[in-house]
C-alpha cells in the first residue's frame, strides 16, 4: 500500500454518516495523539492497537471513539503515563500484579503476555492486575492467547453504571467476560466471545447519543430507576437479561464473579469503589483478571481443532426461525466479518466520532488527515 493510498478516506457507500479510513493510516494517528498526550513512544503503538482493534471488529463502543475519555482523564493527571507492572506475588502458575494507575491500553497487553509466557512452560497460568485503568476491549486480551495457540480469558471491573436486580441505583461495572481459544494452526481465526454482563455496554448508549436514536426498552433506566428509552435520559444499565422475569439475576450474578476476581482478589476497588466514566476526579483504582492455558495440556490441538470446528459448524447448520434476519451465526461471527471488511475496505468510523477526534487533534496541536 502507497503513502497516498493510507491517508485516503473512502465514504462508506450502505451508510453515509460514516467514513472508512485505512488500519494503517489510523493506527499511525491514534499512535501520534498518545504521543502528544505524553505516551512514551514505544507505549502509545500498543494502546493505539487495542483501540483500532475494536473498531476494526466492529466494537466500536469500545474504539477512537473512547479516545477523548482517555485524553480527559490523562491531562487531569488521573493516570500515570510512566507507571509499571511490579509483580506482588507469584506462584508456579500464578501473578499477582500491580499497575500503579498506570495506562491499561499499555499494561494490560503486557500483562497478557506474562500470563501466556507463563502459560507455555506450566501449562495454565492466572493473572490478576490491581490499581489499573479500563483496558479497551476485553476480547483483544483473550484473542491474544488464541493467536498464540493457548486457550485464554479476560475479565475486567468497570465505573458502576449496572443496577443489581431489585435494585435502584448502579452498584456494578459492565464486567465484560471474554473467552477465546483457536480454531486451527496458524491464520485460522480464532472463536472470540466477549461480552458485557450488562445488557449492553454504556458505549451503546453513547452511539445512540451521537446518532439521535431512541434505545430498545429493558437497556438502560433514568435517574429514578425506570426503563427509558431516551439515549439521553438514560442514566443507569440493567443487568444481561434485563429485569428479574427475564433472568436478569443471571446477569447481575456473572457481575458479582467478575468484581470478586478483579476487586478483592486482585487488591483492587470494587462497585462504587471504583472511579472513572462519569468523570469523578480519583484514579479508577480497578481490576483485571486474565486466564490462558495449553491445549496440548488437556488434548491434541488438531483433534482440539477438529472437534471446535464442527461444533460451530453444527451451530450455523441449525435451520433459521422463520422472519430471521440472517442464517444461525456462532459466536464472534460478526466481528470476524467486520475485520475481513475492515482489512479491505478500510475501518469503519462513524461521522461523529471522526468530529470529535479532529476536536482532539486541534486541542493537541496535531494535524488531523484522517478526514
Same mark, same amino acid.
Given at each position: ?36 498526550? +505524553? ?23 469500545? @474504539?477512537?471513539? /473512547?479516545?477523548?475519555?482517555?485524553? @480527559?482523564?490523562?491531562?487531569?493527571? !488521573? ?58 476491549? &476485553? @476480547? ?6 488464541? /493467536?498464540? +495457540? ?6 475486567? =471491573? ?20 471474554? *473467552?477465546?481459544?483457536?480454531? +486451527? ?10 461480552? &458485557? ?26 435517574? &429514578? ?15 444481561? @437479561? ?10 447481575? =450474578? ?6 470478586? !476476581? ?27 483478571? *486474565? ?6 495440556? *488437556? /488434548?491434541?490441538?488438531?483433534? *482440539? ?34 475485520? /475481513? ?9 462513524? &461521522? ?17 488527515? !484522517?478526514?
Amino acid at each position: 500500500m502507497t503513502a497516498q493510498e493510507t491517508s485516503t478516506i473512502a465514504t462508506d457507500s450502505h451508510e453515509t454518516d460514516r467514513v472508512r479510513v485505512p488500519r494503517a493510516a489510523l493506527l499511525d494517528w491514534t499512535t501520534r495523539a498518545f504521543v502528544a498526550l +505524553g505516551t512514551p513512544p514505544a507505549q502509545a503503538g500498543r494502546a493505539a492497537e487495542i483501540l483500532v482493534i475494536a473498531d476494526e471488529r466492529g466494537v466500536e463502543s469500545h @474504539g477512537l471513539a /473512547r479516545l477523548p475519555y482517555y485524553a @480527559g482523564r490523562i491531562r487531569a493527571g !488521573l493516570i500515570d503515563l510512566n507507571a509499571a507492572l511490579t509483580v506482588e506475588r507469584e506462584g508456579p502458575a500464578t501473578l499477582a500484579l500491580a499497575a500503579h494507575n498506570g495506562l491499561g491500553l499499555v499494561l494490560a497487553p503486557e500483562a497478557m503476555e506474562r500470563t501466556i509466557a507463563k502459560a507455555r512452560d506450566i501449562g495454565l497460568c492466572m493473572t490478576t492486575v490491581g490499581g489499573a485503568n479500563h483496558f479497551g476491549i &476485553a @476480547g483483544a486480551y483473550a484473542a491474544m492467547a488464541a /493467536r498464540a +495457540g493457548l486457550g485464554g480469558m479476560a475479565m475486567t =471491573s468497570a465505573t458502576p453504571l449496572v443496577v443489581p436486580t431489585f435494585g435502584s441505583q448502579p452498584a456494578l461495572g459492565t464486567n465484560p467476560i471474554a *473467552f477465546a481459544v483457536p480454531t +486451527g494452526p496458524d491464520g485460522a481465526a480464532p472463536l472470540v466471545i466477549d461480552l &458485557a454482563t450488562s445488557t449492553v455496554a454504556w458505549g451503546k448508549i453513547e452511539i445512540a447519543r451521537r446518532a439521535g436514536h431512541a434505545i430498545p426498552l429493558g437497556w438502560a433506566l433514568d435517574e &429514578a430507576g425506570a426503563p427509558t428509552t431516551d439515549p439521553f435520559a438514560a442514566q443507569w444499565l440493567t443487568p444481561l @437479561g434485563g429485569d428479574r422475569e427475564t433472568c436478569g439475576h443471571k446477569g447481575y =450474578s456473572l457481575a458479582v464473579i467478575v468484581d470478586v !476476581l478483579c476487586g478483592p482478589l486482585a487488591a483492587a476497588a470494587w462497585g462504587a469503589g471504583i472511579g472513572g466514566i462519569r468523570g469523578e476526579s480519583r484514579p479508577a483504582d480497578l481490576g483485571h483478571w *486474565f486466564l490462558a492455558w495449553r491445549i496440548d495440556a *488437556f /488434548r491434541d490441538p488438531d483433534a *482440539f481443532y477438529a472437534d471446535v470446528t464442527a461444533l460451530l459448524a453444527e451451530l450455523r447448520a441449525v435451520p433459521p426461525a422463520p422472519g430471521a434476519p440472517c442464517s444461525v451465526l456462532a459466536p464472534g461471527d460478526p466481528e470476524i466479518a467486520a475485520e /475481513r471488511e475492515s482489512r479491505i475496505h478500510g475501518v469503519s468510523l462513524a &461521522a461523529p466520532v471522526v468530529a470529535e477526534l479532529r476536536v482532539l487533534a486541534d486541542s493537541l496541536g496535531l494535524p488531523f488527515d !484522517l478526514a
